[in-house]
């Protein structure tokens, strides 16, 4: 892929080596084909709301809302509240910070309080073994025609911090049940796309 796109622009590099390095993160963010298969997707689909579940420092965020159509608003989802400070601040070293609001918090807090069918399209990059919940919190959040989004869905990453009780075995069990979910729903119609992690993008009927 490095062959073939251009250089990673400096601003993204910037954001990354200064959460990554300088933060001291695990580089756990989006890869960079998934971040353009994620503008791409924001950019086809032309979505009013948006909610991301799992902002780490942004860079996911970031692409969905270059994404967006004037008027288009992203609502992304950290429990983590130093998190999602950081993120804030990539935001708006990016100019986004208008089209784009990091909420700290649980994410089934915030989702429970939406109103049905309100929702354009949801990406879900959070706690694996939280998957299958999501996705029954979010289903009847998103409108017809909209588009639900999965990062890491390909289960071959080491997941053990999120569920150190079994060496990330759980967190591999909730994905494929995720996927399993999605792909076999005759409400939706699902496709993988190889991305580093690999990432499920479901459509709603």
Same mark, same amino acid.
């Given at each position: 892929?490095?062959?073939?796109?251009?250089?990673?622009?400096?601003?993204?590099?910037?954001? &990354?080596?200064?959460?990554?390095?300088?933060?001291? &993160?695990?580089? *756990?963010?989006?890869?960079?084909?998934? @971040?353009?298969?994620?503008?791409?997707?924001?950019?086809?689909?032309?979505?009013?709301?948006?909610?991301?579940?799992?902002?780490?420092?942004?860079?996911?965020?970031?692409?969905?809302?270059?994404? &967006?159509?004037?008027?288009?608003?992203?609502?992304?989802?950290?429990?983590?509240?130093?998190?999602?400070?950081?993120?804030?601040?990539?935001?708006?070293?990016?100019?986004?910070?208008?089209?784009?609001?990091?909420?700290?918090?649980?994410?089934?807090?915030?989702?429970?309080?939406?109103?049905?069918?309100?929702?354009? *399209?949801?990406?879900?990059?959070?706690?694996?073994?939280?998957?299958?919940?999501?996705?029954?919190?979010?289903?009847?959040?998103?409108?017809?025609?909209?588009?639900?989004?999965?990062?890491?869905?390909?289960?071959?990453?080491?997941?053990?911090?999120?569920?150190?009780?079994?060496?990330?075995?759980? @967190?591999? =069990?909730?994905?494929?049940?995720?996927?399993?979910?999605?792909?076999?729903?005759? =409400? *939706?119609?699902?496709?993988?796309?190889?991305?580093?992690?690999?990432?499920?993008?479901?459509?709603?009927?």
């Amino acid at each position: 892929m490095r062959a073939v796109f251009p250089p990673r622009e400096e601003l993204l590099d910037d954001i &990354l080596r200064d959460s990554l390095l300088t933060n001291g &993160l695990r580089p *756990m963010q989006i890869d960079d084909n998934a @971040a353009r298969v994620l503008q791409l997707l924001t950019t086809l689909q032309r979505p009013q709301q948006v909610v991301e579940i799992g902002t780490y420092f942004g860079y996911s965020a970031l692409h969905i809302a270059r994404g &967006l159509p004037p008027g288009g608003r992203l609502v992304s989802l950290e429990i983590d509240a130093g998190l999602a400070a950081l993120a804030r601040d990539n935001l708006k070293r990016a100019g986004l910070a208008d089209s784009v609001e990091v909420i700290a918090g649980p994410a089934a807090d915030h989702l429970t309080g939406l109103a049905p069918e309100s929702l354009d *399209m949801v990406f879900i990059d959070a706690d694996k073994m939280s998957y299958p919940a999501y996705l029954k919190l979010c289903y009847p959040l998103l409108r017809p025609g909209g588009i639900l989004v999965a990062d890491d869905v390909f289960a071959d990453g080491d997941f053990s911090s999120e569920s150190p009780d079994d060496d990330g075995a759980g @967190a591999v =069990r909730a994905i494929n049940a995720y996927n399993r979910a999605t792909a076999r729903s005759p =409400r *939706m119609l699902s496709a993988f796309i190889g991305t580093d992690s690999g990432l499920m993008v479901s459509y709603k009927r």
